[in-house]
Protein backbone atom coordinates (compact mmCIF):
# COMPACT_ATOMS: atom_id res chain seq x y z
CA UNK A 1 0.00 0.00 0.00
CA UNK A 2 1.29 3.74 -0.69
CA UNK A 3 1.05 6.67 1.41
CA UNK A 4 0.41 9.77 0.05
CA UNK A 5 0.37 13.54 1.64
CA UNK A 6 -2.74 15.34 2.47
CA UNK A 7 -0.33 18.53 0.66
CA UNK A 8 -0.25 16.58 -2.36
CA UNK A 9 2.87 17.99 -3.53
CA UNK A 10 5.37 14.96 -3.09
CA UNK A 11 5.54 11.97 -4.42
CA UNK A 12 4.02 8.32 -2.41
CA UNK A 13 5.72 6.32 -0.76
CA UNK A 14 5.98 3.37 1.35
CA UNK A 15 4.35 2.39 4.92
CA UNK A 16 7.86 2.00 5.83
CA UNK A 17 8.57 5.30 4.84
CA UNK A 18 5.74 7.21 6.12
CA UNK A 19 6.22 5.24 9.29
CA UNK A 20 10.04 6.02 9.49
CA UNK A 21 9.30 9.95 8.56
CA UNK A 22 5.74 10.47 10.71
CA UNK A 23 5.37 13.73 8.42
CA UNK A 24 5.81 14.31 4.47
CA UNK A 25 8.14 16.47 3.25
CA UNK A 26 5.81 18.73 2.26
CA UNK A 27 4.45 19.22 5.75
CA UNK A 28 1.10 16.91 4.87
CA UNK A 29 -0.05 14.05 6.63
CA UNK A 30 0.19 10.63 5.07
CA UNK A 31 -2.82 8.80 3.86
CA UNK A 32 -3.22 5.56 2.47
CA UNK A 33 -4.03 5.26 -1.06
CA UNK A 34 -7.25 2.87 -1.00
CA UNK A 35 -9.47 2.60 2.13
CA UNK A 36 -10.81 -1.31 2.03
CA UNK A 37 -14.19 -2.52 2.91
CA UNK A 38 -15.24 -5.29 4.24
CA UNK A 39 -18.11 -7.20 2.86
CA UNK A 40 -21.28 -7.52 5.41
CA UNK A 41 -21.24 -11.11 6.50
CA UNK A 42 -18.18 -9.64 8.62
CA UNK A 43 -20.27 -7.04 10.25
CA UNK A 44 -23.25 -9.95 11.02
CA UNK A 45 -20.74 -12.13 12.57
CA UNK A 46 -18.67 -9.59 14.41
CA UNK A 47 -20.77 -9.98 17.87
CA UNK A 48 -18.43 -13.41 18.13
CA UNK A 49 -15.08 -11.49 17.47
CA UNK A 50 -12.83 -10.75 20.41
CA UNK A 51 -10.85 -7.26 20.24
CA UNK A 52 -8.04 -9.25 19.09
CA UNK A 53 -9.51 -11.11 17.02
CA UNK A 54 -11.44 -8.31 15.07
CA UNK A 55 -8.22 -5.55 15.44
CA UNK A 56 -5.95 -8.45 13.40
CA UNK A 57 -8.74 -8.33 10.35
CA UNK A 58 -8.75 -4.45 10.73
CA UNK A 59 -5.01 -4.64 10.31
CA UNK A 60 -4.71 -6.71 7.69
CA UNK A 61 -7.10 -4.23 5.26
CA UNK A 62 -4.31 -1.78 6.53
CA UNK A 63 -1.31 -3.35 6.58
CA UNK A 64 -1.68 -6.82 4.75
CA UNK A 65 0.02 -6.20 1.49
CA UNK A 66 3.64 -4.41 3.98
CA UNK A 67 3.64 -6.81 6.93
CA UNK A 68 3.60 -10.77 6.90
CA UNK A 69 -0.10 -12.22 7.98
CA UNK A 70 2.01 -13.84 11.31
CA UNK A 71 4.22 -11.16 11.97
CA UNK A 72 1.65 -8.83 12.02
CA UNK A 73 -0.93 -10.84 14.04
CA UNK A 74 1.65 -10.83 16.91
CA UNK A 75 2.15 -7.17 16.16
CA UNK A 76 -1.75 -6.41 17.05
CA UNK A 77 -2.20 -9.19 19.75
CA UNK A 78 0.57 -8.34 21.31
CA UNK A 79 0.08 -4.75 21.70
CA UNK A 80 -3.52 -5.34 23.00
CA UNK A 81 -2.74 -7.20 25.84
CA UNK A 82 -5.66 -5.90 27.30
CA UNK A 83 -9.67 -5.56 27.23
CA UNK A 84 -11.66 -2.38 25.87
CA UNK A 85 -15.01 -3.11 27.68
CA UNK A 86 -18.27 -1.35 27.19
CA UNK A 87 -20.10 -0.09 30.58
CA UNK A 88 -23.61 0.43 30.73
CA UNK A 89 -24.00 4.37 32.09
CA UNK A 90 -28.02 4.32 31.84
CA UNK A 91 -31.00 3.13 29.85
CA UNK A 92 -29.29 4.24 26.15
CA UNK A 93 -25.80 5.32 26.23
CA UNK A 94 -22.52 2.83 26.67
CA UNK A 95 -18.83 4.00 27.78
CA UNK A 96 -16.34 1.92 25.70
CA UNK A 97 -13.49 2.45 28.12
CA UNK A 98 -9.96 2.81 26.40
CA UNK A 99 -8.19 3.08 29.61
CA UNK A 100 -7.21 -0.96 30.58
CA UNK A 101 -3.56 0.04 28.86
CA UNK A 102 -0.31 -0.07 31.16
CA UNK A 103 -0.44 3.91 30.84
CA UNK A 104 -4.62 4.32 31.53
CA UNK A 105 -5.70 6.50 28.71
CA UNK A 106 -6.34 5.84 25.13
CA UNK A 107 -3.38 6.77 23.29
CA UNK A 108 -1.33 2.87 24.64
CA UNK A 109 -2.94 1.53 21.54
CA UNK A 110 -1.37 3.58 19.15
CA UNK A 111 1.98 4.25 21.04
CA UNK A 112 2.49 0.44 21.35
CA UNK A 113 1.09 -0.73 18.21
CA UNK A 114 3.97 1.87 16.56
CA UNK A 115 7.03 0.79 18.63
CA UNK A 116 6.50 -2.83 17.32
CA UNK A 117 5.86 -1.72 13.63
CA UNK A 118 8.57 0.53 13.86
CA UNK A 119 10.96 -1.64 15.64
CA UNK A 120 9.79 -4.75 12.59
CA UNK A 121 10.86 -2.26 10.23
CA UNK A 122 14.63 -1.78 11.98
CA UNK A 123 15.05 -5.08 12.40
CA UNK A 124 18.29 -5.28 10.74
CA UNK A 125 19.24 -2.16 10.35
CA UNK A 126 22.22 -1.10 12.05
CA UNK A 127 21.57 2.71 12.56
CA UNK A 128 19.64 3.43 15.80
CA UNK A 129 16.61 5.30 15.34
CA UNK A 130 15.54 8.49 18.00
CA UNK A 131 11.88 9.14 18.49
CA UNK A 132 11.70 12.78 19.50
CA UNK A 133 7.79 13.51 21.54
CA UNK A 134 6.88 16.61 22.77
CA UNK A 135 4.06 16.43 25.25
CA UNK A 136 1.36 18.04 27.63
CA UNK A 137 0.67 14.63 29.73
CA UNK A 138 -0.79 11.74 28.07
CA UNK A 139 1.28 11.49 24.78
CA UNK A 140 4.50 11.21 26.42
CA UNK A 141 3.10 8.37 28.70
CA UNK A 142 1.98 5.90 26.10
CA UNK A 143 4.54 6.48 23.68
CA UNK A 144 7.46 6.08 26.45
CA UNK A 145 5.58 2.68 27.79
CA UNK A 146 5.19 1.85 24.27
CA UNK A 147 8.89 1.58 23.13
CA UNK A 148 10.40 0.77 26.40
CA UNK A 149 13.11 -1.79 25.97
CA UNK A 150 12.60 -2.06 22.03
CA UNK A 151 16.19 -2.70 19.87
CA UNK A 152 17.72 -0.21 18.32
CA UNK A 153 15.04 2.98 19.53
CA UNK A 154 15.62 5.54 21.96
CA UNK A 155 13.09 7.84 22.68
CA UNK A 156 13.53 11.35 24.54
CA UNK A 157 10.23 12.72 25.73
CA UNK A 158 10.24 16.47 26.11
CA UNK A 159 7.51 17.78 28.64
CA UNK A 160 7.33 21.33 30.29
CA UNK A 161 8.35 21.80 34.07
CA UNK A 162 6.02 21.99 36.55
CA UNK A 163 3.05 21.61 34.11
CA UNK A 164 2.09 18.18 33.86
CA UNK A 165 0.59 16.39 36.85
CA UNK A 166 2.24 13.97 38.88
CA UNK A 167 0.97 10.83 37.70
CA UNK A 168 1.32 11.68 34.30
CA UNK A 169 5.18 12.64 35.04
CA UNK A 170 5.99 9.49 37.01
CA UNK A 171 4.75 7.66 33.74
CA UNK A 172 7.69 8.50 32.00
CA UNK A 173 10.43 9.60 33.92
CA UNK A 174 11.00 6.19 36.44
CA UNK A 175 11.01 4.26 33.29
CA UNK A 176 14.81 4.38 32.16
CA UNK A 177 16.25 2.06 29.35
CA UNK A 178 16.17 3.30 26.43
CA UNK A 179 13.69 6.04 27.60
CA UNK A 180 14.99 9.61 28.37
CA UNK A 181 12.77 12.03 29.86
CA UNK A 182 14.07 15.71 29.28
CA UNK A 183 12.21 18.80 31.64
CA UNK A 184 12.29 21.58 29.91
CA UNK A 185 11.89 25.10 31.24
CA UNK A 186 9.00 26.60 29.63
CA UNK A 187 5.72 25.48 28.23
CA UNK A 188 4.18 22.47 26.21
CA UNK A 189 4.50 24.89 23.32
CA UNK A 190 8.43 25.69 23.89
CA UNK A 191 9.15 21.35 23.84
CA UNK A 192 6.98 21.32 20.25
CA UNK A 193 8.98 24.36 19.11
CA UNK A 194 12.39 22.12 19.82
CA UNK A 195 10.96 19.45 18.42
CA UNK A 196 10.50 21.07 15.38
CA UNK A 197 13.42 22.38 14.82
CA UNK A 198 15.32 19.23 15.39
CA UNK A 199 13.27 17.58 12.60
CA UNK A 200 14.28 20.44 10.39
CA UNK A 201 18.50 21.06 11.74
CA UNK A 202 20.42 19.88 8.94
CA UNK A 203 23.37 18.99 11.45
CA UNK A 204 21.03 16.56 13.11
CA UNK A 205 19.49 15.30 10.31
CA UNK A 206 22.98 13.77 8.61
CA UNK A 207 24.32 12.48 12.00
CA UNK A 208 20.97 10.67 13.65
CA UNK A 209 17.76 9.22 11.98
CA UNK A 210 15.17 11.17 13.96
CA UNK A 211 11.39 10.40 13.65
CA UNK A 212 8.29 11.68 15.43
CA UNK A 213 5.62 9.64 17.66
CA UNK A 214 2.92 12.18 17.96
CA UNK A 215 -0.55 11.23 16.17
CA UNK A 216 -0.14 12.44 12.68
CA UNK A 217 2.33 9.39 12.65
CA UNK A 218 0.11 6.58 10.51
CA UNK A 219 1.24 3.73 13.00
CA UNK A 220 -0.37 5.90 15.49
CA UNK A 221 -3.26 7.02 13.57
CA UNK A 222 -4.81 4.05 11.83
CA UNK A 223 -4.81 1.04 15.14
CA UNK A 224 -6.96 3.51 16.59
CA UNK A 225 -10.03 2.25 13.92
CA UNK A 226 -10.06 -0.96 16.37
CA UNK A 227 -11.70 0.73 18.66
CA UNK A 228 -14.68 1.67 16.61
CA UNK A 229 -15.10 -2.10 15.41
CA UNK A 230 -15.09 -3.50 18.67
CA UNK A 231 -17.45 -0.48 19.90
CA UNK A 232 -20.16 -1.48 17.38
CA UNK A 233 -19.50 -5.69 18.58
CA UNK A 234 -19.75 -4.92 21.64
CA UNK A 235 -22.97 -3.52 21.53
CA UNK A 236 -24.21 -6.58 19.15
CA UNK A 237 -22.98 -8.69 21.68
CA UNK A 238 -25.47 -7.26 23.81
CA UNK A 239 -27.93 -8.39 21.78
CA UNK A 240 -28.75 -4.76 20.76
CA UNK A 241 -29.72 -3.86 17.55
CA UNK A 242 -30.25 -0.19 17.45
CA UNK A 243 -28.78 2.46 15.24
CA UNK A 244 -25.36 3.34 16.48
CA UNK A 245 -23.83 6.72 17.51
CA UNK A 246 -20.49 7.57 18.73
CA UNK A 247 -19.18 10.22 20.29
CA UNK A 248 -15.38 11.64 20.40
CA UNK A 249 -13.91 13.48 23.13
CA UNK A 250 -11.80 15.27 20.88
CA UNK A 251 -8.61 17.31 20.67
CA UNK A 252 -6.20 16.63 17.92
CA UNK A 253 -8.57 14.56 16.14
CA UNK A 254 -6.83 11.46 15.40
CA UNK A 255 -8.93 9.49 17.04
CA UNK A 256 -12.44 10.68 15.58
CA UNK A 257 -10.72 10.32 12.18
CA UNK A 258 -9.74 6.76 12.68
CA UNK A 259 -13.38 6.13 13.32
CA UNK A 260 -14.29 8.01 9.74
CA UNK A 261 -11.90 5.70 8.54
CA UNK A 262 -13.92 2.52 10.00
CA UNK A 263 -17.09 4.05 8.57
CA UNK A 264 -15.67 4.02 5.31
CA UNK A 265 -14.64 0.80 5.78
CA UNK A 266 -18.56 -0.45 6.09
CA UNK A 267 -18.79 -0.02 9.83
CA UNK A 268 -22.46 0.59 10.14
CA UNK A 269 -22.18 3.78 12.56
CA UNK A 270 -25.27 6.45 12.16
CA UNK A 271 -23.30 9.34 12.63
CA UNK A 272 -20.08 11.00 14.78
CA UNK A 273 -20.55 13.62 17.66
CA UNK A 274 -16.98 15.46 17.96
CA UNK A 275 -17.03 16.66 21.42
CA UNK A 276 -14.81 19.54 22.34
CA UNK A 277 -14.09 22.01 25.16
CA UNK A 278 -13.47 25.53 24.60
CA UNK A 279 -11.29 25.14 22.19
CA UNK A 280 -13.98 24.71 19.60
CA UNK A 281 -12.41 25.53 16.49
CA UNK A 282 -14.14 22.00 14.91
CA UNK A 283 -17.60 23.00 16.28
CA UNK A 284 -17.05 26.22 14.44
CA UNK A 285 -16.23 24.95 11.59
CA UNK A 286 -19.59 22.10 11.40
CA UNK A 287 -21.45 25.29 11.90
CA UNK A 288 -20.22 27.32 9.54
CA UNK A 289 -17.79 26.01 7.10
CA UNK A 290 -15.12 28.32 8.77
CA UNK A 291 -11.98 26.75 9.97
CA UNK A 292 -10.38 29.60 12.12
CA UNK A 293 -7.50 28.19 13.91
CA UNK A 294 -6.51 29.89 17.07
CA UNK A 295 -3.91 29.45 20.21
CA UNK A 296 -5.51 26.97 22.85
CA UNK A 297 -6.79 27.68 26.05
CA UNK A 298 -6.22 25.68 29.16
CA UNK A 299 -9.18 23.70 30.52
CA UNK A 300 -9.87 20.50 32.63
CA UNK A 301 -9.99 18.18 30.13
CA UNK A 302 -6.58 19.57 29.33
CA UNK A 303 -5.67 16.49 26.49
CA UNK A 304 -8.11 18.38 24.65
CA UNK A 305 -6.59 21.69 24.25
CA UNK A 306 -5.65 21.97 21.12
CA UNK A 307 -6.00 25.09 18.84
CA UNK A 308 -5.11 23.90 15.56
CA UNK A 309 -6.12 20.21 15.30
CA UNK A 310 -3.04 18.62 13.35
CA UNK A 311 -5.74 15.81 11.96
CA UNK A 312 -8.26 17.78 10.84
CA UNK A 313 -6.45 17.68 6.97
CA UNK A 314 -6.85 14.23 6.85
CA UNK A 315 -11.13 14.88 7.51
CA UNK A 316 -11.12 17.25 4.62
CA UNK A 317 -8.95 15.11 2.77
CA UNK A 318 -11.51 11.76 3.57
CA UNK A 319 -14.16 14.00 2.53
CA UNK A 320 -12.92 15.74 -0.46
CA UNK A 321 -12.89 19.42 1.26
CA UNK A 322 -16.95 19.22 1.05
CA UNK A 323 -18.32 21.14 3.80
CA UNK A 324 -21.83 19.33 3.24
CA UNK A 325 -20.38 16.24 3.49
CA UNK A 326 -18.32 16.48 6.98
CA UNK A 327 -21.28 18.15 8.65
CA UNK A 328 -23.85 15.39 7.62
CA UNK A 329 -21.39 12.52 9.07
CA UNK A 330 -20.15 14.34 12.23
CA UNK A 331 -22.11 16.94 14.71
CA UNK A 332 -20.15 19.17 16.58
CA UNK A 333 -20.68 20.17 20.90
CA UNK A 334 -18.64 21.89 22.95
CA UNK A 335 -18.02 22.55 26.89
CA UNK A 336 -16.99 24.93 29.35
CA UNK A 337 -15.61 23.54 32.49
CA UNK A 338 -18.28 24.47 34.81
CA UNK A 339 -20.35 22.33 32.82
CA UNK A 340 -18.09 19.51 32.44
CA UNK A 341 -17.82 19.09 36.42
CA UNK A 342 -22.17 19.21 36.77
CA UNK A 343 -21.59 16.52 34.55
CA UNK A 344 -18.90 14.41 35.99
CA UNK A 345 -21.10 14.96 39.39
CA UNK A 346 -24.55 14.54 37.99
CA UNK A 347 -23.28 11.21 36.39
CA UNK A 348 -21.43 10.01 39.86
CA UNK A 349 -24.01 10.48 42.07
CA UNK A 350 -27.11 9.28 40.12
CA UNK A 351 -25.59 6.64 38.31
CA UNK A 352 -22.59 5.33 40.30
CA UNK A 353 -20.32 6.38 37.21
CA UNK A 354 -17.08 7.85 37.42
CA UNK A 355 -16.03 10.03 34.40
CA UNK A 356 -12.59 12.00 33.54
CA UNK A 357 -13.52 15.16 32.35
CA UNK A 358 -12.67 14.37 28.38
CA UNK A 359 -15.30 11.65 28.87
CA UNK A 360 -17.60 13.67 30.71
CA UNK A 361 -17.76 15.92 27.41
CA UNK A 362 -18.33 12.62 25.46
CA UNK A 363 -21.12 11.61 27.72
CA UNK A 364 -22.58 14.61 28.01
CA UNK A 365 -23.24 15.45 23.67
CA UNK A 366 -24.71 12.32 23.46
CA UNK A 367 -27.08 12.65 26.32
CA UNK A 368 -27.94 16.00 24.04
CA UNK A 369 -28.16 14.55 20.41
CA UNK A 370 -29.41 10.76 20.88
CA UNK A 371 -32.92 10.29 19.29
CA UNK A 372 -35.06 7.66 19.72
CA UNK A 373 -34.27 4.05 18.51
CA UNK A 374 -30.79 5.17 18.67
CA UNK A 375 -27.90 3.60 21.04
CA UNK A 376 -24.53 6.04 22.19
CA UNK A 377 -21.53 4.97 22.67
CA UNK A 378 -19.15 7.50 24.47
CA UNK A 379 -15.34 6.86 24.08
CA UNK A 380 -13.96 6.85 28.02
CA UNK A 381 -10.35 8.18 27.06
CA UNK A 382 -9.08 7.67 30.18
CA UNK A 383 -9.03 6.42 33.71
CA UNK A 384 -10.53 9.13 35.98
CA UNK A 385 -7.32 8.55 38.68
CA UNK A 386 -5.31 9.91 35.71
CA UNK A 387 -7.24 13.40 36.78
CA UNK A 388 -7.28 12.69 40.41
CA UNK A 389 -7.52 16.51 41.44
CA UNK A 390 -10.11 17.51 39.24
CA UNK A 391 -12.24 14.57 39.61
CA UNK A 392 -11.90 14.47 43.63
CA UNK A 393 -12.15 18.34 43.42
CA UNK A 394 -15.60 18.17 41.32
CA UNK A 395 -17.02 15.54 43.30
CA UNK A 396 -16.08 16.35 46.44
CA UNK A 397 -14.59 12.80 47.60
CA UNK A 398 -11.23 10.88 47.75
CA UNK A 399 -11.05 8.65 44.75
CA UNK A 400 -8.91 5.13 44.52
CA UNK A 401 -5.58 4.81 42.75
CA UNK A 402 -5.66 2.04 40.45
CA UNK A 403 -2.86 -0.46 40.99
CA UNK A 404 -0.93 0.28 37.55
CA UNK A 405 -0.81 4.00 38.68
CA UNK A 406 -0.02 3.07 42.22
CA UNK A 407 3.20 1.40 40.86
CA UNK A 408 4.14 4.71 38.39
CA UNK A 409 4.37 6.31 41.82
CA UNK A 410 6.82 4.37 43.41
CA UNK A 411 9.20 4.71 41.03
CA UNK A 412 12.16 7.48 41.15
CA UNK A 413 11.90 10.18 38.92
CA UNK A 414 14.62 10.62 36.62
CA UNK A 415 14.87 13.34 34.03
CA UNK A 416 16.97 15.61 32.32
CA UNK A 417 16.71 19.89 33.24
CA UNK A 418 17.33 21.73 30.07
CA UNK A 419 16.78 25.31 29.20
CA UNK A 420 14.12 26.04 26.04
CA UNK A 421 17.48 27.27 23.89
CA UNK A 422 17.54 25.06 20.61
CA UNK A 423 21.34 24.72 21.05
CA UNK A 424 21.61 23.71 23.96
CA UNK A 425 19.46 20.48 22.92
CA UNK A 426 21.06 20.08 19.96
CA UNK A 427 23.90 19.72 21.53
CA UNK A 428 22.55 17.28 24.05
CA UNK A 429 21.67 15.02 20.99
CA UNK A 430 24.79 15.21 18.89
CA UNK A 431 26.41 14.29 22.39
CA UNK A 432 24.60 11.64 23.08
C1 LIG B 1 -5.32 12.66 23.49
C2 LIG B 1 -6.58 12.60 24.29
C3 LIG B 1 -7.82 13.03 23.77
C4 LIG B 1 -7.95 13.64 22.40
O1 LIG B 1 -7.70 12.72 21.36
P1 LIG B 1 -7.37 13.26 19.89
O2 LIG B 1 -7.09 12.04 19.09
O3 LIG B 1 -6.19 14.16 20.03
O4 LIG B 1 -8.57 13.99 19.42
C5 LIG B 1 -8.94 12.88 24.55
N1 LIG B 1 -8.87 12.38 25.81
C6 LIG B 1 -7.71 11.98 26.34
C7 LIG B 1 -7.70 11.46 27.74
C8 LIG B 1 -6.52 12.07 25.61
O5 LIG B 1 -5.36 11.69 26.17
Do not use: W
Not at 106 to 123: E, P, Q, T
Amino acid sequence: MKYYSTNKSVPEVSLEEAVVKGLADDKGLFMPERIEKFDPEFFAGIHKLSFQELSFEVAKKFFGEDVPEETLKNLVYDTLSFDCPIANVNDNIFALELFHGPTLAFKDVGGRFMARLLGYFLKGHKNEVNVLVATSGDTGSAVANGFLSVPGIKVYVLYPKGLVSEIQEKQFTTLGQNITAIEIDGTFDDCQRLVKAAFLDEDLKNTLQLTSANSINVARFLPQAFYYFNAYARIRERGIRDDVVISVPSGNFGNLTAGLFAKKMGLPVKRFIAANNENDIVYNYLQNGKYEPRASVATIANAMDVGDPSNFARILDLYGHSHPAIAADIKGYRYSNAEIREVMKEIHYKYGYTLDPHGAIGYKALDEDLQENEVGIFLETAHPAKFTETVESTLGKKIMLPEKLAEFMKGKKLSIPMSKQFEEFKTYLLTK
